[in-house]
DNA sequence: ATAGAAAGCTGATGTAGATCAGTTTTCTAT
DNA sequence: ATAGAAAACTGATCTACATCAGCTTTCTAT
């Protein structure tokens, strides 16, 4: 038996159902509270260290939550459509962004503001129980996303993430894959020249297929294996 | 200036303020259903993929949480006195545990039963939103050490734990080192020898002193810029 | 249409750190 | 006190990757 924890994707996401604890009065201060905005391809949704002033939620496309330092970015998660965003900048005397968030596709995302969603968590319970719920959803993913990155090699991290973007993001076989070399070496912490080599294998192996930005999963079982030996 | 979530402390444990949320009934309930257990070094308080029956408050001494495979453990905090853990478990649907416990020194701790500690969660919305900032700061932690065991290389590491046990942990710059050269591999990420050859550079370079079982840190200033440059 | 820039690809080289194979020191239990 | 075990230490070797350097293909913008 496998630990079930050892793979960035261990969670699938259910439907946001946060909202729906919160009565009809409460439902009107989030919307009159909250903004959507459009995002292209690239851009910053969020940045570490600026002040944290609301939650996200991406209704639509696809987004990558990371740390930022001089050398390096270390993509936390990523965030396909129906994720919330933000959360853990909540916190004792902390008001500032504690992590960054950029859209890896065009994307729409709803700003919640801090104070209106604070003030929710902390006057009705069942809305702060699904919060937490939420979180803790997410922390598990990020968990084994932390086991995968510092335990597994090259091929076994690769393999992990093509099967998170089956599983968890894009829920089919196929799809339309949103990433450079660069990008997936980036989110597997690996050198753009180890992606490229590991892809090609793959697809020597007969693994997967990539046409133009298609890419579909030939044998996803081999891949779990893969993953799991690391 | 450095990133501020790229070291494995970055937030200092603030005393439990958790219960005082309570009221006197509700803590008359939480005490009827806590079980308080003393265990020795090395012993099990948690294991993985078991029932998640209770949350768990350290009161006294020192565990690791951590992630098991049939390969490797990774350990995702240590935590010292005053944390209060196990409840990443709760999260819809599930009812295991998500990672293991044991005790690096011998330990006291509370064992609070999940459901009343849950159903304070769901009817209390101050204590949810405490429980919620908790949650935060203990994420928080965990991207710092993501950070520092996948992108600092050995010397950063070492240095990084010894400050957060000074920081942290043991809050003092001569404190009791608990931890054997092979467990200090364990919670870097690195091979035994490793680990020795780099304890062995920084006590040679006089940056710290390690007599019996006291760890004393000679140069904190100089074992941060190690840890910060990786 | 075409130049310039990305992105993709490939082989050669370099290196951080694991692994291996010991020896020495310290602890532990009778 | 002493044997046996664990922990600490050390040098030699090995290896999984990164890095580098260059080449080809694809995209993008005028």
Chains 1, 2 share one sequence.
Do not use: W
């Amino acid at each position: 038996m496998t630990c079930k924890f050892t793979n960035t994707c261990t969670i699938h996401n259910k439907n946001l159902t946060l909202f729906d604890e919160l009565s009809d009065e409460e439902k009107k201060l989030v919307e009159e509270n909250t903004l959507t905005v459009s995002y292209k391809k690239g851009e910053t949704i969020c940045k570490q260290g600026s002040f944290a002033s609301n939650v996200m939620h991406i209704k639509e496309g696809l987004a990558k939550v990371y740390l930022e330092s001089e050398t390096n970015n270390l993509i936390l998660k990523i965030a396909p459509k129906n994720s919330l965003i933000g959360m853990p900048s909540i916190y004792e005397g902390n008001n500032t962004a504690v992590y960054s968030v950029a859209t890896y596709t065009e994307s729409v995302v709803d700003l919640i503001d801090m104070k209106v969603f604070q003030q929710l968590l902390k006057t009705n319970a069942k809305f702060a129980f699904r919060a937490l719920n939420i979180m803790n959803e997410n922390i598990i993913q990020i968990y084994g996303r932390f086991f995968c990155i510092s335990n597994k090699q090259l091929h076994g991290r690769i393999a992990d993430i093509l099967l998170c973007l089956k599983n968890r993001v894009y829920k089919s076989n196929t799809y339309e894959f949103a990433f450079s070399r660069s990008e997936l070496a980036e989110l597997t912490n690996m050198s753009t020249e180890s992606v490229i080599r590991v892809m090609k294998n793959f697809k020597d192996d007969g693994l997967i297929l990539q046409k133009d930005k298609t890419l579909e999963i030939l044998n996803a079982e081999m891949l779990s294996k893969i993953s799991n030996l690391g």
